[in-house]
Structures are given as C-alpha cells and as structure tokens.
C-alpha cells in the first residue's frame, strides 16, 4: 500500500454544515478521490447494524469491524490519490471511527446553529431520490440488504402517511432519537440532532492528536474559499496548483450564510441559540 492510501481523509461535521461542499471541492483536486455516493453509513455500521444509534463507542471497533472498513477503504482506494469520505453520523463517533483508521487525518467543519438547523428541516422533509438512493446501496453489505430494504421502506412509508410529511428517521441518530414523541417539533428535533452532532465532536476531538485535526468554519470557508481550500490541501500534504483550486471552488457562493436567521421564526431560532449556549465549558471552542 502507498503513502496516499495510507492515509485516508475523514471530513467530519453536523448534517448541512458543509461536509458536502467541503468533500466536493477538495476531491475537485488533482491527487484526491473519494466514493461514487454521497454517503457510506453502511460500511461504517457493519456489524453493529442493529446498535441503536450512530453514537458508536469506541470499543465497537472490534477486530472484525475494523477488517472490513479498512478492506472497503483500500478496496475504493487508489494508489495515486487521497481517499476523501464524508460521512454526517461520523461527528457521532469520531471515537470509534480513529479506532478504525488511526492513521486518518480529520477535517472538521463547523456552521452557525441555526443556518444549519433551518437547512436540516428542509432534508427531514425531502421526497425520495432514486439515483441518491441506489448510489449508497450499492455499499449494502450483501448479508446487510434485508435489514436496510425493511428500514428504508418503513421510513418511506411514515412520511406518507402522516401529516407533517417528514420522514421517521434522516441524518445523524443520536442516542435517545428515535424515543422522542412523534409529535415532536421538527425545528426542536433538528436543533437537538445539530448540537448532540457538534458536541460529541468537540468531545471526541480531545482524544485525537491536534496534528492530525484541521478544524474550518463554513462562514469563513465560503467568505475565502481559495485559501481556505488551499490551506486544507497544504495540512494534508498536497499543493495544488492555484488554477485547480480557483476551479475548484468556482462555485462556492455565501449567499447561504444567515438564510437559517431569517427564515426559522423566532421560537425556532431561540430554541437553537439557546442550545448553542449550553455547550459544555470542556469542549466549547
């Protein structure tokens, strides 16, 4: 195995928090790759597929789990190129995934709360991708499809038959999700899922060598994207020419930044400012 494929690229963050955009323009880069699909939480949760949450400790990193995530790494990998993954439930058990690929370096990216919450609303009430969809299935774990196909249904199902249109589970599952109401605001549910996110990150990170953690802000990545993407690449051992990283991040804009302040109401943005504020004096930043 090469230097390159020993070292993969973990992108860590809170559901729309700019993991997408982040992952995108860096693997726009020569001498980067990543996964033809969004996602990979099937990879990351084989083996503890029945675990109820994506908060994974670290001592679920056994052996066998360890074996095949790093199989699926190499077997994606190239000899010529970093290996980019993002994948939003990781910022639930950043923990358990260095124990899985201790040689990882992380990149960290943090959003304002309610730019982030209001965005996740959106998603918690998306109708169905098809070509999103098989793209992660094709990383189903054969003895796994049974088990995911039945999940994946009863979600699809929910949101067709209840009121508020929104689908029974999306994005990071933090311990203690699913056993909220039903009924349950969906602005308090987002925000509750973007804190425990952010949290358990900042928590975990303690336990990671910092020469190994690059941590970013969206707000200040899409306000200087070319040197903010120059900088990632420089952290990770590349140097990219400045026309590749122009190129890259031709199409970062910050016309998204503070749209959450304006469109959650003021119950809703209270609610997440609030939370904000309750972050833990050991791990605020």
């Known amino acids: 195995m090469s230097d390159l494929e020993s070292r993969p690229v973990i992108i860590v963050g809170a559901a729309r928090s700019g993991t997408n955009m982040l992952r995108d323009a860096l ?35 056994t052996e066998p789990v ?16 970093l290996l980019v993954e993002k994948t939003c439930a990781n910022s639930l058990r950043l923990g358990f995934v260095d124990r899985v690929l201790p040689e990882a370096r992380f990149l960290v990216i943090e959003r304002d709360g309610p730019d982030a ?21 094709r990383f189903v774990p054969p003895s796994d499809l049974p088990y995911y196909g039945f999940r994946f249904l009863a979600n699809r199902l929910r949101r067709l038959t209840t009121r508020d249109r929104r689908l029974s589970v999306w994005g990071p599952i933090f311990a203690g999700m699913r056993d909220l109401p039903r009924d349950i605001l969906l602005a308090e549910l987002a925000a509750r899922q973007w804190h425990r996110c952010v949290e358990r990150t900042r928590t975990d990170l303690s336990q990671v060598d910092p020469a190994r953690v690059l941590r970013l802000r969206y707000e200040e990545f899409v306000a200087d994207p070319a040197v903010q993407l120059a900088g990632a690449a420089e952290f990770l051992g590349a140097a990219p020419p ?43 930043s």
């Open 66 to 81: 360890r074996r095949f995530v790093r199989w699926a790494f190499a077997r994606q990998g190239r000899s010529d190129s």
């Open 242 to 284: 400045a026309a590749a990283v122009a190129a890259a991040v031709a199409g970062v804009r910050t016309t998204s930044v503070g749209k959450g302040r304006q469109s959650l109401a003021p119950g809703e943005l209270d609610l997440v400012e609030d939370l904000a504020a309750s972050f833990t004096p050991e791990v605020r």
């Open 27 to 61: 693997t726009s880069l020569p001498g980067f790759t990543t996964w033809p699909c969004d996602e990979i939480p099937f990879v990351w949760r084989h083996g503890n597929r029945a675990h109820p949450d994506d908060e994974f400790p670290p001592d679920l990193a």
């Open 117 to 137: 919450v209001a965005s996740a609303m959106k998603r918690w009430r998306a109708g169905f991708d098809l070509g999103y969809s098989l793209a992660k299935a």
